[in-house]
Every structure is written in structure tokens, then in C-alpha cells.
């Protein structure tokens, strides 16, 4: 059975580094859920603040700032994706007099599945790059969107 690969820790990581990292992504994660809809942009913004404050000073925290702010702007930008699909779907139900409910109503329902995985999948990963920042490791979030390079 072979392990994952996993990047090494960086060398020379001090406590503080590790704080500040591991803060980016749960300031991103406690602004998201205080703000509901908003959860992408206000998590963005707080990562953000985060890489602006110690970009310069260390390239672990940087790292770690960029990789949340991209991920929480993913997320809102998959929000508002789903968003304009169930409004074309409650648009094509109202045009065809509710006879398009026979199409619409399944692809609404898989539109909600798919919308409440990727809510899990947020939450769970910010909790993982919390941790993994923590512990001087480098972390990726999935089906993330490098907007901050």
C-alpha cells in the first residue's frame, strides 16, 4: 500500500509562522459561516488581510493566506454558479406554464445534492488546512480556482 505524496514540513518553522497559517484559514472559515451567503467573499476577504499583513514576513504563512483566499473565492463563485441555475430552472418551469417541472424538478434535486457536497467539502477542508497548517505542512484545496498566484 503506498502512502500519499506529501510535501516535508518547511525547516525552521516557528510557532508563530505556524499560528498565523493556520489562522488564514479559520479566520476564512469563522467569517464564512457568520456571514451565510456571503461565505466565499467574507472568507476571502479575511485570508486575505492575513497574506497582506505577513506576506513579506514569512512564505509559509503567504502560502497557506493565498491557498484560503482562493478557495473560499472558488466557493462563492460555485455558489453564484448554482444560484443562476436553479433561477434558469425556476425561469424554464414559470415559461412553460410548469410542464418543464418534469424536467426541472429532477435537475433541482441533483442541483441541492450537489450544492450540500460541496458545503461539506468546504467545511471539511478548511477544518484539514487548519490543522495541516498547524502542523508546518502544506495543504491544496480541491477543485480550487488560483485566482491569487
Known amino acids: 500500500m503506498t502512502e500519499a505524496y506529501t510535501n516535508p514540513p518547511p525547516v525552521n518553522l516557528t510557532e508563530n509562522e505556524r499560528l498565523w497559517a493556520a489562522g488564514a484559514h479559520l479566520a476564512a472559515l469563522a467569517l464564512a459561516l457568520l456571514t451565510s451567503w456571503m461565505a466565499g467573499i467574507a472568507g476571502g476577504l479575511g485570508a486575505l488581510g492575513i497574506w497582506i499583513l505577513k506576506r ?3 512564505a509559509f504563512v503567504a502560502e497557506h493566506a ?5 478557495f473560499n473565492l472558488s466557493m462563492f463563485i460555485y455558489a453564484c454558479a448554482a444560484g443562476l441555475i436553479g433561477f434558469l430552472l425556476v425561469g424554464a418551469t414559470i415559461l412553460t406554464l410548469g410542464v418543464g417541472i418534469i424536467l426541472t424538478a429532477p435537475a433541482g434535486i441533483v442541483l441541492l445534492l ?5 458545503a461539506v467539502m468546504w467545511l471539511v477542508c478548511s477544518v484539514i488546512a487548519t490543522f495541516k497548517a498547524y502542523n508546518g505542512e502544506s495543504y491544496r484545496y480541491p477543485l480550487t480556482i488560483r485566482l491569487l498566484k
Open 56 to 58: 513579506d514576513e514569512s
Open 66 to 70: 493565498k491557498e484560503a483566499v482562493n
Open 114 to 118: 450537489a450544492m450540500g457536497a460541496i
